[in-house]
């Protein structure tokens, strides 16, 4: 299964972008999941519940399931935070996990950057993960020592959803 990382500072619209590829890229045929990190301490289940209960009697792990859909939470305890690869092979075979966060994982990545007032400068100089680069406002990769690497216009979802498909086929 491939993987590219969509990375970008705080705010940049990294969950945006993936939004808005997902369903192109399901058009060009491919299968796609997503992994997402968080830094927060973001609890997905609601005090009192059955699965919550569970959880703080001491399952590790807890499957809740629908007719529609199931959710699997596991409880590290003491246990370290796993690390991209290992989370990786927790999703069912697909043609493409995009994946949002692990900053500086080896995974290649497409990393998007805005130009703000309180923008820290783009990551691609320095890091050879970066694969690709979408901007607003477009820049040229030479002009900052990486001539070849791909430059798109972050609103260019099309020509970014072509290089995503070539990428995953390749």
Avoid: N
């Amino acid at each position: 299964m491939k993987a590219l990382g969509v990375s970008g500072w705080s705010g940049c619209g990294k969950t945006t972008l993936i939004v808005a590829l997902i369903p192109r890229l399901r058009r060009r045929g491919l299968t796609v999941s997503t992994l997402k990190h968080t830094h927060h301490d973001l609890e997905l289940d609601a005090p009192g519940k059955d699965s919550w209960r569970h959880r703080q009697a001491g399952a590790q792990e807890v499957l809740l399931a629908t007719g529609r859909r199931w959710w699997l939470w596991h409880e590290l305890r003491e246990e370290p935070e796993p690390d991209l690869s290992e989370l990786l092979t927790h999703l069912q075979p697909v043609d493409l996990a995009l994946v949002e966060g692990w900053k500086t994982s080896a995974c290649p990545k497409l990393e998007i950057w805005r130009s703000l007032a309180e923008s820290p400068p783009p990551r691609f100089p320095q890091d050879p993960t970066m694969i690709a680069i979408a901007c607003d406002p477009l820049l040229d990769p030479a002009a900052y020592g990486r001539p070849g690497l791909p430059a798109f216009a972050l609103a260019d979802l099309e020509g970014i959803a072509d290089f995503i498909v070539e990428f995953a086929r390749a």
